[in-house]
């Protein structure tokens, strides 16, 4: 095991963690930023000065597209099931990456690059099918990019120049895209995407089963009677 | 001429397009400067002209050549339909990148490197499916977008790395060649929104502007397909495994998807659902082109690709062209378009034409060649002649517009053209034959300058018989790419020359390997010398090359 790539890998999984887990919308960049930042710089050997600078370049980049949409007093809905969870999850998933290096075969790559994305993608998992504001997913759906580039990286060996301005370049689109998909929603209101659909599905009234005085909904344009309480408070 | 000069053109004028978007009609005119300039720079692409940069081969290939020179023609038309009917904003310039995106993704030789550049393109299309001005909803589309971008990139990117070096005893398990398959193909019918994974592309139907919905079901998803191919054909096929399974399923997602896409889209009042849904439905074949694991699937396969993209563009810009002239996009509100806009009828009934297809014709051939290398015999007959039923879906639009105008269609613009109201005539004052011949010549330079003056405002006034002649010019485009014109399928057939070399290199003496059985990189696939067996291939025996 080489230390310096298994801190990196393991700074690398903390930022990730930091991006799901956090409400405030600062911090979950910040720890996307380590991501973006600390990801392609677990390989073995090094990408070359410039491909660093240009993956920095582009890292600072998509988060600041981030920081624009992301102006002002706004809060995610953070993870539901407690920081030290994911933590822990991200690990775990870090030892099998670890352990598993090349998937069967022999990796040509750095095994703590696996490692770290195999922590990204389970961290990545929960946002993306339970989340429910657009920065939550949209986290999940960069963390779960990076993830498979690093598993890449761990299975074929370091990137060349070409291929690290390809992942630079998606980098600056899935942080311009987040960044996007986020100010529609703030204009709308939040970060929590409307189904407008499923609303209407929730407004309909219930007509498989016998309307009865508890469970009948409103009429439309019906007032409620000075006096009358609903079920519930 | 190598690859670069188009991405170079692509990447300048549609960055310039969307940095001056706040103008609209600059933006538009240096996305229309920048198609015009990808068409002349695609057409000079070498088909054996490579170039390295920066440690990875850019390869040109006749099909690569095609697809460019195709893309960029369409993507001229539609922006001038677009500007001509609805003048959607930024929609230009995603056109213009999300073509050089898929032009770089097809460039490059090895799928590993060309599934990420195709998924940073798809991206490029979130800019247009999430306008902020439709707040609410483009929101929820462009998540859900963005997150089947995500999950089909992460799938295609380690699936390639994982056969993508030499496989050691790995080689010798075909549960993860299964796996790697099952997980690319998957991936590609994601991106398609093919059944049953199309609810976020009908989302996206919904939202997304109609003139960029070929970029984004159907442009952008066909290089992602065309890269699946390749890799199929470097990978996996030469393996000869049992991967019955996969390949059941796979073959699975593409008939489902092209039976049920032409029943919703038969079912929908929406133009751009319809549209949506037939892309969803002939995304099929495409889909199932990569159930065949066979040499014989690498034509059809990549001639359907062209054939698709460029009829389902015409039919998308036909209904932007309807969108715009007539201000709505449901059917039920279009009675008697057809007696309004009577040359929009002609486009449709050739885009039908050449959507379906006849016996004889190429996209016939070709949906029955990947319906019979991918399906058991009769389920293969079924999926092939489905498209037939897609007459129906052509036959309601024309025959609703063949009834009494309704009152939208009667406020509509109609498809005839009109002249601004002329100057009134001058009259001749000068006595002398010379004073009148000077005054003659006067008032013919002023009438000609009068012209000039007005052909701004008789574009504008006209706005609708353009949309509608380049509609039929798009659709006379996409009639003779289903008819095999521009050498598509000599283009299709042609094997790039430069190939990734596949896992097995390194493997041992004797051991069966991608580098074993695949074809010669330097020669076109054999298409006079049909293959041994009239059967798909079998997958218990070795390539005819292998003996």
Same mark, same amino acid.
């Given at each position: ?233 | ?411 509509g613009r109609g498809d005839r053209p009109g002249w601004p109201t002329s100057v009134p005539r001058r009259p001749m004052v000068g006595l002398g034959a010379v004073e009148r ?76 390997? %991608?580098? =074993?059985?695949?074809? #010669? +990189? !330097? &020669? $076109? @696939? /054999? *298409?006079?010398?049909?293959? %041994?067996? =009239?059967?798909?291939? #079998? +997958? !218990? &025996? $070795? @390539? /005819? *090359?292998?003996?």
């Open positions: 095991m080489n230390p310096a790539l298994a801190a990196l890998a393991a700074v690398t999984i903390g930022g990730a963690v930091l991006a799901v887990a956090a409400r405030d919308v600062r911090s979950a960049v910040v720890g996307l930023l380590v991501v973006l930042v600390g990801a392609p710089l677990i390989a073995d050997p090094w990408p070359t000065p410039l491909s660093i600078l240009v993956r920095i370049a582009a890292a600072l980049l998509a988060t600041r597209f981030l920081v624009i949409a992301l102006r002002g007093d706004l809060a995610g809905t953070g993870t539901r099931i407690g920081w030290p969870t994911e933590v822990l999850i991200g690990a775990a998933a870090g030892l099998v990456g670890y352990g598993s290096h090349g998937l069967g075969a022999v990796g040509l790559g750095a095994a703590e690059a696996q490692a770290a994305g195999f922590g990204l993608a389970a961290l990545a998992i929960a946002p993306l099918i339970t989340g429910r504001d657009v920065l939550r997913i949209g986290i999940g759906a960069i963390l779960l990019l990076v993830a498979a580039s690093l598993v890449r990286s761990g299975l074929d060996g370091p990137l060349t120049d070409a291929e690290q301005l390809i992942g630079a370049m998606l980098t600056i689109g899935l942080g311009g895209a987040v960044a996007v998909i986020s100010i529609a929603a703030r204009s709308a209101g939040g970060l929590e995407p409307i189904d407008l659909k499923a609303l209407e599905r929730g407004r309909r009234t219930p007509d498989a089963h016998r309307a009865s005085g508890s469970r009948r909904a409103p009429e439309a344009g019906r007032t409620r009677e000075p006096g009358r309480t609903g079920r519930r408070p | 001429m190598t690859v670069v000069p188009f991405l170079v053109i692509a990447a300048v004028a549609g960055t310039l397009s969307l940095l001056v978007r706040d103008r609209r009609g600059w933006s538009t005119l240096i996305a229309l400067a920048g198609l015009v300039l990808m068409t002349a720079a695609a057409a000079a692409i070498g088909s054996a002209a490579t170039i390295t940069i920066g440690g990875t081969v850019l390869a040109g290939s006749e099909w690569l050549r095609l697809y460019a020179l195709l893309g960029s023609l369409v993507g001229f038309l539609l922006v001038a339909i677009d500007v001509s009917a609805v003048h959607e904003p930024d929609v230009p310039g995603v056109v213009v990148l999300g073509l050089g995106a898929a032009v770089l993704a097809l460039a490059i030789p090895d799928p590993g490197v060309a599934v990420v550049a195709a998924t940073a393109g798809g991206l490029a299309g979130i800019l247009v499916a999430a306008p902020i001005e439709a707040a609410a909803r483009a929101a929820f589309v462009g998540i859900r977008e963005l997150r089947a971008l995500a999950v089909a990139g992460s799938l295609a990117i380690v699936a390639t790395a994982w056969l993508a070096r030499p496989l050691d005893d790995l080689a010798g398990a075909p549960a993860a060649f299964g796996l790697a398959y099952l997980a690319f193909g998957i991936a590609v019918a994601v991106r398609f929104g093919a059944i049953p994974f199309h609810l976020w592309a009908a989302r996206v139907a919904d939202a997304a502007p109609g003139v960029a919905l070929p970029l984004l079901m159907a442009w952008g998803p066909a290089a992602f397909a065309a890269v699946a191919l390749t890799w199929i054909d470097q990978s996996v096929a030469p393996l000869v495994l049992p991967l019955g399974t996969e390949r059941g399923l796979i073959a699975a997602i593409g008939a489902v998807s092209v039976v049920l896409g032409i029943v919703a889209a038969w079912i929908q009042d929406d133009l751009e659902h319809i549209v949506g849904y037939t892309i969803a439905a002939d995304a099929g074949f495409a889909v199932l082109s990569l159930a065949v694991l066979s040499p014989e699937a690498w034509e059809p396969g990549r001639t359907w690709l062209l054939i698709f993209v460029v009829g389902r563009s015409a039919f998308a810009a036909w209904a932007v062209a309807i969108h715009g002239g007539f201000g709505t996009r449901r059917l039920p509100q279009l009675g008697g378009w057809v007696r309004r806009a009577p040359l929009l009828g002609l486009a449709l009934v050739v885009i039908a034409s050449a959507a379906i297809g006849w016996p004889g014709l190429t996209i016939w051939e070709t949906r029955v060649s990947i319906a019979t290398l991918a399906l058991p015999d009769p389920l293969a007959a079924l999926v092939a002649i489905a498209p037939l039923a897609s007459m129906a879906i052509y036959g309601r639009i024309l025959w609703i517009g063949l009834q009494a105008p309704s009152p939208v269609v009667l406020e011949g000077f005054e003659r010549a006067a008032h013919a330079a002023t009438g000609a300058l009068d012209v000039i003056w007005v052909l701004p405002t008789a574009a504008r006034q006209n706005r609708m018989p353009l949309a509608s002649a380049a509609v039929l010019a798009l659709a006379a485009l996409a009639l003779a790419v289903s008819g095999g014109g521009l050498g598509v399928p000599e283009a299709a057939r042609a094997v790039p020359a430069i190939t990734q070399p596949g896992p097995a290199e390194g493997s041992e003496p004797g051991q069966l390997g %991608p580098g =074993d059985g695949a074809r #010669p +990189s !330097d &020669e $076109p @696939f /054999p *298409s006079d010398e049909p293959f %041994p067996s =009239d059967e798909p291939f #079998p +997958s !218990d &025996e $070795p @390539f /005819p *090359s292998e003996g």
